[in-house]
């Protein structure tokens, strides 16, 4: 089989069959990734270079892989990576592998951050409206449609030859000398828009009984106008606390998608989860000031001085029902960790330690956001209820199940 001359097209079309006969749900699809991951080729290169040979170490990573794949091992293990909404994810073995469903966790914390959070700062910040400002309005119009006119011209004058112009005579419209024209035309109309703004913009000077203009009153009402505008707002700064990181593919992906305005704070028991997650965020040149990846049992690492100021607790975490655990697709049951997987009797063992936390983590008005076990959601959601927790929702996932329990924490407790 070495001396044997192997394309991608033939690569691939013994690999979907081989996996095919044991049982693979999407042979063509995985042949697809392995061959990629061997390869080093993007899908749609695989497709336009399907003749070209595959030389030995390529080979030899691919036969690994198949057989890997072959005895039910997860892809997302096997090429080393995944995509997560808008990041590329590395994997390893005992790290959970992200999910669709966790991609809406994100979706729905980024709604809220963006209506609660971000927004009412975006909206301090629109144009205040001053006296003047349908006439700069005006202005700026009649600009641009100056501007559309000599651009129209330009590209006229661009087609035209010696003759072309010659041919036109006295109508100029069209050539390069109307475009010249237009060019000191917008020139000296800007310089009168400048002259006629600065005029405006003045203040109109106090005068005294008799007409005359009281020496520096301009200055003094200048001045109390500044005194009295208020200092523009600091740009607000969103604070997540996600509790379970995994691969980070939660926090990477809010600090990327809102870079600048969301910080995290991410924790995990697995030392693995945190050495990966942090491989992620790195990969990601995202800093440590932007997404901090902290080695600890829930949110025991949490400084208690940091209690009560975030803005959302989100989490993914363990929620499989122990009796559900048996019945678990065998790439997970036997590839996947049960520590990240299996969440008690009921698969609410841990969400009920992450409720009793929340009241302590978030601001009033803080969201608290988990993924869960299908069966569980309706128990979640009576209990943050019970809990005092408020506008309490469930979301369902794209196979229209219930996945996502969250909550507004109205009455932050304080530490005794």
Known sequence: MANEIWTIKRCLEWTKEYLAERGEEHPRLSAEWLLCAATGLARIDLYMRMDETLNAAQLETM????????KGEPLQYITGSTQFRMIDVACAPGVLIPRPETEMLVEEVLNYLDAEVLSPEVAARQRVELPWNDEVEEARKAEAALADERATAERRAANLTAADEAALGGDVLGSR?????????EAEE?????????A????????????IAIEGADQETASAQDAAAPAPAEPRIARVLEVGCGT????????WERRGHVTCTATDIEPRAIDLATKNRDALGLAADEVAFSLTNLVSSIPHDEWGTFDVLVSNPPYIPTGVMRSLPHEVKDFEPDLALEGGADGLDIFRRLLNAAPYMLRAGGLF???LYEGALDAAAELCRQAGLSDVRIVHDLTDRPRIV????TEPKQRQ
Do not use: K, M, N
């Open 406 to 409: 969250r909550a507004i924490v």
């Open 177 to 185: 000398a109307y475009a010249e024209e237009l060019a000191d035309r």
């Open 190 to 198: 800007a310089a009168a828009q400048a002259a006629e703004a600065e």
């Open 63 to 70: 036969h690994a892989a198949v057989v890997r794949r072959a």
């Open 248 to 255: 980070g593919c939660i926090s990477l992906s809010l600090a």
């Open 369 to 371: 956001a988990c993924e």
């Open 200 to 211: 405006t913009e003045a203040a109109e000077p106090e005068l005294d009984e008799y007409g």
